[in-house]
């Protein structure tokens, strides 16, 4: 990301840390402390034992509230009280996300860092990320106004599109449901697509837009999105290890039904030792010496190639609803260089 992007992007999320510390300490009262603590945690601002920290650990760039405010700016030319709420509740929402999905995948890493379950257990994980869940919902209506509310419904409908996602990625690693490049949309268009377009639309009623406005923010944003972890399964396979910071083929050790591959099991003559390899067929060949025959076939597909091109094109369709929305400048500026950045990104 360029400089000035990265400025504006770490001034938003300072001020949605002190927004979300605001609601911590408001909100949880002092006979759970050591929950609020697990909170704080999770979101970067204790070490492992819950003492604070001088300097919060990396927390990630926060691009959805960024999205929020961003969004809000664009059509009335300043943050809101209102867009102030929406990105502390969805910044909420996606780390109550986060802390499920930890569990789910068993995940004893994030950002570098032990997971909450890890930590303190899964029962005491759950009940962090259903307070993350609860603490959002207690955000988003604080103000108990009709918009408020008309909020609160469009964030609702989100957290049960997320969950969806989740259901339907869990059924594809398991094995549960058969790897074809339309459940894989289905699933990524909901477990990582709907929150990006959310986080947009939000944004933009919480500035007076219109519906049909806030509805083009929210294009922008489900194409952004998902071509953002169209990217990301990209560099899951063909990445390079010193520039992700993950092993080389990383999603392809792991298995993983991302993108390459279920673009390659979709096809109607894709090998026996494909499917096998991903758990769907008769006889897995030795799991690591069929790494390098996977990549082959996926390169003797073209695949790469593939998937920048349909990035690329979710990049084109993602400003085209910037320029229908009416975006206005500088927040128009930020959101097309969110959008460069992100699909373009090699970590």
Not at 124 to 144: C, K, M, P, Y
Not at 179 to 207: D, H, N, P, Q
Request: overall charge negative; some cysteine; hydrophobic content about 45%.
């Amino acid at each position: 990301m360029n400089n000035d992007l990265d400025e504006q992007l770490a001034r938003l999320a300072e001020l949605t840390d002190g927004w979300i510390r605001e609601a911590v300490a408001q909100h949880i009262s002092g006979r759970a402390a050591r929950l609020a603590a697990m909170l704080e945690y999770h979101l970067g601002w204790r070490a492992p034992d819950l003492s604070p920290l001088d300097t919060p650990a990396p927390a990630g760039k926060k691009l959805r509230p960024a999205l929020v405010l961003l969004a809000c700016q664009a059509v009335c030319g300043e943050i809101t009280a209102a867009a102030r709420n929406a990105a502390v509740a969805v910044e909420l929402v996606h780390n109550f996300s986060l802390v499920h999905d930890d569990i789910q995948d068993r995940s004893e890493l994030r950002r570098h860092r032990p997971t909450l379950w890890t930590l303190f257990g899964m029962p005491q994980a759950i009940n962090a990320g259903d307070a993350l869940f609860a603490l959002a919902q207690l955000v988003l209506v604080r103000d108990s106004s009709a918009l408020a509310a008309r909020l609160a419904a469009e964030l609702n409908a989100t957290a049960l599109l997320l969950s969806e996602g989740q259901f339907l990625d869990i059924d594809l690693q398991q094995g549960d449901t058969p790897v074809t490049l339309e459940t894989y949309e289905a699933m990524i268009s909901r477990k990582t697509g709907v929150l990006f377009a959310s986080a947009c639309r939000l944004g933009a009623m919480a500035g007076g837009a219109s519906s049909d406005v806030a509805d083009a923010y929210g294009a922008y944003g489900l194409e952004l999105g998902i071509a953002f972890q169209e990217q990301d399964d990209l560099l899951g396979v063909w990445g390079r290890s010193a520039e992700t910071g993950k092993p080389d083929a990383a999603d392809i050790v792991e298995r993983k039904r991302g993108l390459p591959a279920a673009m390659a099991l979709s096809l109607p003559d894709a090998p026996e030792w494909l499917r096998a390899a991903y758990g769907g067929g008769d006889g897995e060949p030795g799991r690591d010496a069929i790494i390098g025959r996977i990549i082959a076939h996926f390169d003797q597909l073209n695949l790469r190639a593939t998937i920048e091109a349909r990035v690329g094109q979710r990049y084109r369709k993602a400003l085209e609803s910037l320029d229908a929305a009416g975006a206005r400048d500088p927040a128009r500026s930020y959101l097309g260089a969110i959008c460069e950045a992100l699909v373009s990104r090699r970590t």
